[in-house]
């Protein structure tokens, strides 16, 4: 009878040890790191006008590289680098030359599993910079830094167990002050970007 309790109980210890290791590798098989490169169209879409002329802002196309942090197997951290030139003019008018923006972007995202496909969503906080400004045919123009919202959804797709493709939307609310030959009151205008990219990423 002994013998038998103390069979019963190591088989009943052994399936418990097994099942826990069961578990720790579902919830643990997964790259802590990832990295992405993309090739990006971004595509403004402003809202409203300078000194009541309406703006149009060229689209761009750029390398963008990202670097996400995973807590757990869904929750991760994603921030995103690159830079954009745009030429900006007034339809039908005036040259306003053009401007680099640097956006640096942090998403908080979560993903989901579906064999080799990994969607995932996402939003986060924008900080764009406006650098290299070129006024066109007016004397000068300004552009100010602003903070935005940033709103994604994406796929990526395993090739093996570090190399997957990625393909990534973005729409970031994003607007900033213009002043135009040193007035005494700005312009608010609204460019809202959206960024899509197809990419190769790399687990580690």
Do not use: C
């Not at 002994?2 to 418990?16: D, E, G, P, Q, V």
């Amino acid at each position: 009878m002994k013998k038998t309790i103390f069979t019963a109980l190591m088989l009943s210890l052994f399936t418990f040890v097994n099942a826990q290791n069961v578990d720790t590798k579902e919830t643990t098989d997964y790259s802590k790191w990832q990295a992405r490169f993309r090739i990006v169209s971004v595509i403004p879409s402003p809202g409203d006008d300078i000194v009541g002329a309406d703006v149009d802002i060229s689209t761009a196309y750029v390398p963008e590289f990202d670097l996400t942090y995973f807590f757990n197997k869904n929750l991760a951290a994603e921030l995103i680098l690159a830079t954009t030139k745009h030429d900006v003019e007034i339809e039908n008018g005036a040259d306003l030359g053009h401007v680099w923006l640097l956006p640096p972007t942090l998403n908080l995202q979560y993903h989901f599993y579906a064999n080799e496909f990994k969607p995932y969503v996402g939003a986060g906080i924008n900080y764009t910079i406006f650098y290299g400004v070129d006024s066109g045919d007016v004397n000068d123009i300004d552009y100010d830094s602003s903070v935005g919202f940033s709103l994604q959804a994406g796929v990526d797709y395993n090739l093996n167990d570090k190399w997957f493709l990625n393909l990534d939307i973005k729409k970031i609310l994003l607007k900033t002050d213009v002043t135009v030959n040193n007035a005494s009151t700005s312009s608010e205008v609204e460019i809202n970007p959206l960024l899509v990219g197809v990419g190769v990423g790399l687990k580690f």
